[in-house]
């Protein structure tokens, strides 16, 4: 993240950021009019506009026409909204597949894919890539200077992956610069292993359709090359861009937790950090899901704030079966967003679309128009948006923070590892489930993060660790920190190689215990285990043969040749650090357990005592937050006297809930 | 439908056609006499022969040989058996393949599919399609006027689909022909979403595998095309034969609710409207979607006869696991197709095949022999049907219709929809189900049908809807008549484009009702409502966000925030028109109740009173119908005086059926 | 089965065979003398070496690095271990894709796949051919002579199969040796069923995706030249080796039931029959499948001892989901194969790789180290097997045989099929089951097998049967034998052409029974059916449309349309000959009385009366096994006094067995 530029830098005099895509090429230019009159009654002050419109903008090779987005953004203009104005990069025009064939990608069984549906290019291709950069430095010439323009955003959604000869060479080429020679690359993939021995660069693929499992080295190399190919991408873009208008920050969209582009890395090198994030209605674990993500997003914006560059009035149209959201729902996941720190909430899209793939997703204004529910509920979230302006900027404090990090993720998931029921953001949302429950805040850092600030950091996998960061929180223990990891950690080094010895081998030491087998449980059976105190559990999947070195305790196993062993153990290192190690997968209810106890090994409260169930808490800047994501009305207890900012009314005591329903509570003064 | 040829053609002096798929190129010379044998003894008087014979008739390009196709056709001659002579183009031999490999098809991720079972072609090659009509041509040259040729077998099944450069060309065509130039196309097909702006014809392409969803509109086009390329196909053989036999009807087999091919556009090209249908004997629903099915057969030929070309005396083969019929079954089902409209009834296959892919289809006589349970079985049926001749030609007189065509379903059931468990047939099904349930017959029709003659027309979904169709089905119901619209119908354009505004846009009016979002339920919960009566029932899957403007409430949810918002509405319109609207997908049940209530408002009365469940009562010409597809006996009511045509004994007051009985019924006059 | 060199070559001297995959070019030599070391202690005696180390051996084309294998064969002399020297030609090295991309084999689908796992080779290709003879002979060359060298292992788990041009050539040419011309091949594959005639040679190809079902007589033959490919390539490598080693026998390593490869071809061309086994610890069908897939291996080497070749002692890492084995179980599941007729107890592998796609593979050695539970296990178990030395060479007798044939198992379960739910492996488990709970010992053999030892011989399913090995079944009853036929049986010839008429055709006559239908029956209900004695059973899935022809019906349905007909049959034939049929699948239970009856029948009993539950007895020479398979311990009466060579204490009475526990009881002299 630079500083310089960033939320900060839109936020200005805005306030809150309120608004959405906005696609005027799909429709008249008589509709535009109607559409700038009801984006002021309903307080948008942002629009995203361009992200699909190379084939307007170029709709032959070199040839321009831009003379309808002069008028869009003119319109804009005049109108007081600012514009994320997007380079049109992420769907190349049929001109460009037709011509250059090879800038279409080629899936990992050689097939090629088509245009007729968007994101088809070859991330390497430098045909592609010239003709992007082209465009790109069009528009920055064009809009340099406009007064609509107010930030760049870089493609959508960057998420492509090509096996195709150019991404081979562009493969190889990134690996000569990782491993330097050849020998390097066959010791780092192993390819003693199945024969797998490299004697040229040129014999070095992506890899493909093949017939059994392939390298799990080779994999997260290209895992990783993958993600640089879309930063390097993104780079090349945001440079053109910067070049031409220094004072206007570049962003691009992220997707959550999407696996196929790191995002810590992609954050180092944008202005502003955007998420588009789509919860499925009927899924129960939405709110702590949603909040997670936002948690990561302000990871990810290094504790400043972010937008929602997408968000859905209602229902998305690429499930099978898509549900609505009930009245009420999106506002409060727009203020859940605030909540976490988010500066910016916008939606896809604007007006919905006649036409095309996207037809049936939910937008601001609906096919049925603006005299409907749904928008009326857009205006008045506009609206009401204004009165939390005072929060752009102001930070979510947190002591508790969980590590996540990308080549972890990639590492742990190939084939062939002991149970695919192990997933590293399951894992990391089971974890951050009980700490969502007790309201307390927490930061997703990275592997490598500055640990210091935190009274607990909680690791729910880290299967590969490089020695360095094993180092880090082993430090961060002896300096008196409270440390918990999760199953299968400290497993691989960045190779993907197995660390030998007892494990989690390189945090062997600071947790006081050490393991022999990893042992996957059935999965139709509960594994039994007893905490120290008496009180029995059950836990899933996975258990390890795990002995006590040092440490206590905390929780054995209770059935099978198990029975006696640790599940659980405590280890106090250093001043008063202290060291948690889980080798099994504990239900909710234990991992509540477990939670409630770290907190308090770490002195860390909730920011509401006795929080009742499906109530969020959490506290931006000087205003608290509940939000009741349950399906009852609740009354929720308040220790200092305050007022809501959404109703402008006192609250003492408590305030009382209805499904849906937000306080956002400023201690009175 | 042409008039001249028909049904009546085959029917006159022959009375229903018994028979089946001949294919004696199977076996030695030797089993032919005693096939003649056992053919007359079981009554047969139709054959279907030559369906695969091209490897044999012309076994390299351009030599022929057809002398053992003229022992056929003399022998059948010669046991006074008539002849449905297929042009045997549905499988190339190897040799076209192998020296064209362009006329192989290639599937959407661009893998092309070979030779070595059967429809391996491109139907839009220029090479197939001269070799396929230079064979026809041969056939029709050299048994014009041959005694025992009666019809004409266009191909097999016609359904093949290909994405291949040829078809890519083809498809190009096609839209030159419909849009006439690349910015209609670009309009139609809504380019402006996900830049896909073509800037030059070469650019336009089939749907094939892309990174995403798929322009929709464009896909709606494709469909078009393919069944167009199909029926272009069987319309230039079909000239062939015409010019050279214009005696001989042509007909080709369809295959029920079969999507690649929009059978209204085929039928209007062929003399006989032919159908292939093989229930699944495990499915409850499977006498229901037979009537169904067979209704859109007669709806097809226009009202008049129809024939069963395939169908089978047991189980198939091309299941996973294939449930035989049990004795009585195959008989019921037959009879089922005489008493909705057909006049032949014809099985595949005459004698099963010792080798092949569909080794073990049961068939007229099985591997067993000739001794055998099985043929007794269809040697009994083929005499009992000799007793029903005055049927032929006889109509299935309805007073309701139901509304389907291929446009909308191809259009409906894209990917990127609110819920893909609303589908085209399906919903068909289950608006028909409580009408076959009542003994109420209905005329399936087109979006497009003259409906002057109903008394009531159901339109059970009508997502794609044309302008003129929509003012058609206003006309219907201001002239008097009764319309039960089905839920997400007058949606979008023929282009796939959403119709704005409060829906259903172009039926608004008539049903006095409008929409503003479509609001798909969770599948694991019923979605509660209440008939105006108060009696309540249960839906699932579908509401909508209705408002009434004009029409009463019929009904209304009762749960959640659509709690008091309707469900069903029905309008009074014009003079006596009645028009329904139904914004979700009511239970079974319920899907009665209200079958009973529109029947009621059109005045409409099922065939029998009080018809026990499992017995269905259809009326032809002058006969009544009862098949029992229950597992118990029952005991049906008769009004009249009658005789069974089957049995030849009088029915007075009441018949009994068995499981699997039938009886037909003539009124004593 | 060669006789000259077997598995007495290898046990000579050194009792049962101890020992896995040893891949010492994955470590640093320093850790090599480590090895050595821990397998001393561990009684290890073989080890298989270089299967994997093409890359490592030739790491360009022509250019050999021997050195370090040479080390290796020193070390393993030095400390008197034997090795199984592996050709590497399993997974070829990148520069054989990579130069020659024509050896990469190509799917059904066209998709060729790449190197970067393993077995990337076309089994036809003439370059893959020269290449991978090449390096066998230098291997052979090089190490002719050397005192560790005791077994040539060719390949790995040969299983590949190519659908490229290269592999239609050659598939062409087996095709011609099979049947001379053009035209035989047309009958045999029956190529008048949907227009298939081959006009010329070149037209022919394998089964390649095409749009509907292949010709199932192509795929048989398919399946055929496939495993004949196989076998060639085998042989060709056999051949090279024992030139140069004329006194080492060859191998290659077995998986089971493999459907790939005919292994009762391959058995006959090698010295030492090896199988793989990993049996799922989830399975509780897992101790009679194990049981069986020994017997096969029995079967396969003549009677002879055999080997287990690679066996786990946890969990493998290729499910989704690896369940580990308790403590115990890898040393029952060893004893159990030792007690079927196994002379070498071999593992994958010694230490567990750092990296590659099988590092969570559980070893010998594991990544905690020696000092861990599982080691000591393995050492234990290594030393208590030279107690066993004496075993080495024994027979298992057998008076039962089951019939299991890859002919019959590749045209079973071709698509197209009457049920995809009756299997020929399923099927024999099922059969086998009964007898395995018994104690009963069972002989696996091929349908062409001498049948004249057995006083029982049971045939779960030969759907395709060769005339001469139905008369051979015949002539056995004829001759006194008691023979169990399941259903479906006698159905095709051997190119897989149906048997017109009553089935079984070729055995009615030995049956005294016969058949006109074969009728899947619904998945969701149970057959009733009943034994003439009176009690009640059921089965599922399959029935026949049975009569008796002489017959005794032994079991009837008793509900449907197949209500009072044959459900099994018994028929009384020749001297003291019985023969059963049975027309479905009876449960499991229902299956055990039908084994009872048999036994009774054939004079047969097990090797322990009233065997427990979960105890498996079995003799292998003078030696009874008693393996409790069961989670609870057991009391199993003995009726001779005897020694547990386990535990060298005396048994009398009877032997108590916990859960897991072995007796092997020498009776005292």
Chains 1, 2, 3 share one sequence.
Not at 33 to 51: H, I
Not at 156 to 173: I, K, P, Q, T, Y
Not at 305 to 315: D, F, I, R
Not at 495 to 519: N, Y
Request: negative net charge.
């Amino acid at each position: 993240m630079t500083e310089r530029l960033g939320m900060h830098t839109l936020t200005e005099g805005r306030g809150l950021l309120f608004g959405g895509d906005y696609n005027p090429e799909q429709w008249p230019e008589e509709v535009w009019a109607e559409d700038a009159e009801l984006m002021r009654a309903a307080g948008v002050n942002l629009v995203t506009v361009g992200v699909f419109s190379w084939a307007r903008l170029e709709p032959e090779p070199g040839r321009h026409d831009f003379g309808w987005l002069d008028r869009v953004l003119d319109l804009m203009a005049a109108n007081g909204i600012a514009v994320d104005l997007a380079t049109p990069t992420a769907s190349p025009p049929p001109w460009l597949g037709h011509r250059w064939p090879e800038t279409l990608p080629v899936d990992e069984g050689g097939h090629r894919l088509w245009y007729g549906s968007r994101n088809q290019f070859c991330p390497s291709s430098p045909v592609y890539r010239e003709r992007a950069l082209a465009i790109a430095g069009a528009l920055a010439d064009r809009y340099a200077g406009h007064p609509a323009l107010a930030l760049w955003h870089v493609g959508n959604e960057l998420g492509e992956v090509c096996h195709c000869d150019v991404s081979a060479e562009a493969f190889r080429g990134w690996l000569r610069a990782r491993y330097g020679d050849l020998g390097t690359l066959n010791e780092a993939w192993g390819t003693t292993f199945w024969s797998q021995g490299y004697g040229d660069w040129a014999e070095v693929l992506p890899p493909r359709r093949a017939p059994y499992i392939v390298n799990p080295s080779q994999r997260l190399d290209w895992w990783r090359f993958s993600s640089d190919a879309l930063l390097g991408h993104f780079r090349a873009e945001r440079d053109v861009l910067r070049e031409r208008t220094p004072g206007i920050p570049v962003t691009t969209n992220f997707m959550g937790f999407f696996k196929r582009a790191d995002y810590w890395s992609f954050a180092a090198q944008e202005d502003v950090v955007a998420n588009d994030w789509y919860p499925e209605p009927g899924d129960p674990l939405s709110p702590a899901r949603t909040a997670l993500t936002h948690d990561l997003m302000r990871g990810l914006a290094g504790g400043r704030p972010w937008m929602l560059m997408e968000q859905s009035t209602s229902a998305v149209n690429w499930r099978p079966h898509n549900l609505p959201k009930p009245p009420g729902q999106f506002r409060l996941e727009s203020l859940q967003a605030v909540a976490r720190g988010a500066d910016g909430l916008c939606y896809f899209q604007w007006r919905a679309s006649r036409f095309g793939a996207e037809r049936f997703h939910a937008a601001m204004v609906p096919h049925a128009g603006a005299d409907t529910r749904l928008h009326a509920e857009v205006r008045a979230h506009g609206q009401e948006l204004r009165g939390l302006a005072g929060l752009a900027g102001e930070p979510v404090p947190a002591r508790v923070a969980m590590v996540f990090g990308w080549e972890n993720w990639w590492a742990l998931e190939e084939r062939g590892r002991p149970s695919d029921r192990l997933n590293a953001v399951d894992q990391l949302l089971a974890y951050y489930v009980p700490f969502f429950e007790r309201g307390v805040s927490v930061d997703v850092v990275p592997p490598s993060a500055d640990l210091s600030s935190y009274a607990l950091v909680v690791v729910p996998n880290l299967f590969l660790v490089a020695d360095e960061d094993a180092r880090a929180l082993s430090a961060y223990v002896r300096g008196g920190g409270v440390l918990v990891v999760g199953p299968f950690s400290g497993v691989v080094d960045p190779r993907g190689h197995v660390r030998t010895g007892p494990f989690p081998a390189p945090l062997r030491e600071v947790l006081g215990a050490a393991g022999e087998e990893w042992l996957p449980a059935p999965d139709d059976r509960p594994v039994r285990c007893r905490w120290s105190g008496g009180a029995e559990f059950t836990a899933s999947t996975w258990t390890e043969l795990l002995r006590a070195e040092g440490a206590e305790v905390v929780a054995e196993f209770t059935e099978g040749d198990l029975a006696g062993r640790p599940a659980v153990t405590r280890h106090r290192a250093g001043n008063d650090g202290v060291a948690w190690y889980v080798g099994t997968m504990p239900e909710p209810a234990a991992l509540g357990a477990l939670a409630a106890r770290v907190l308090a090994d770490a002195g860390v409260e909730g920011a509401v005592p006795d929080l009742p169930p499906g109530v969020e808490a959490v506290r931006r800047g000087e205003v608290l937050f509940l939000l009741n994501h349950g399906a009852t009305t609740v009354r929720v207890p308040v220790q200092d006297a305050a007022e809501d900012l959404l109703t402008g009314t006192p609250a003492r005591e408590a305030v009382t809930l209805a499904p849906r329903a937000v306080a956002a509570l400023r201690r009175r003064p």
